[in-house]
């Protein structure tokens, strides 16, 4: 019997971040093409399937295989066959059938050689912020109006500067010093769209824990519950 072990937070499947018995580790964006393709898979199919994928060369091929209506990012790693994190932004390619649009970047920090590969990945020194918005195919992919809150949640990222620490990653996502668009958004917010932070996720790769804090954890970085990833593996 093939039993499946994943893990997932309250059900936000597909949507928001998750991990599997082949440890493989992820995060999501939805990123907002101004089209959609018909006859094309919905994004939350695609991303449910990620927790299926068993390394790299799967993952690409999933990807590749899968023809997307709507645009999203991936954020991930193979933790226990990778020394990298990966990105991918993907959105439909109308000019072809079942095809998609693919940016897949490698981060790697200041010490790593990655060796030759075929696949024409590009790669990024030391670390990667991703928001709401194609920042690798936005030469092909025309977007609908940019979100203000994304933009802004960019350009505070940006004055931020690099992250060094996990201190460093916490603040980023627990800032809240744009009034309008903070990064980390609270209920009684007067932003145009009402979204709120549901729960703010940490994975840790060197103690392979996934941190879940449903506050603040700029504010209080203890977290609300604490996942232990090497139970996902075989």
Known sequence: MN??????????????????KHGFAFSLN??????VG???????????????????????????????????C???????????????????NLKIDNENYISKRLIINDD???????DECKTVLNYLVHYNHYEYL????IEQKPLSSTLSRWKRGQELGELFTNNDAINLLGDNEN??????????????????????????????????YEHNPKDNNQPSFIYNLINLLN
């Open 30 to 35: 939805g990123l907002y093409p101004n089209f």
């Open 179 to 212: 009034e309008t668009f903070p990064i980390f958004r609270v209920s009684n917010q007067t932003d145009v769209d009402s979204s709120v932070t549901l729960c703010t996720a940490h994975f840790n790769f060197h103690t392979l824990q996934l941190s879940i």
């Open 112 to 118: 790593q050689k990655i060796n030759q590969r075929d």
């Open 74 to 92: 991936i954020n991930g790693t193979f933790y226990c066959q990778q020394n990298y994190l990966i990105n991918y932004e993907i959105g439909p």
């Open 38 to 72: 018909h006859d094309r898979l919905p994004r939350q199919i695609v991303n449910r399937a990620l927790l299926s994928v068993r390394n790299e060369e799967d993952l690409d091929n999933l990807l590749h295989t899968s023809p997307v209506a709507f645009g999203f």
């Open 138 to 141: 936005n030469k092909v992919i």
């Open 3 to 20: 039993t499946k072990k994943i893990f997932d937070y309250f059900f936000l499947l597909g949507n928001a971040f998750g991990a599997n």
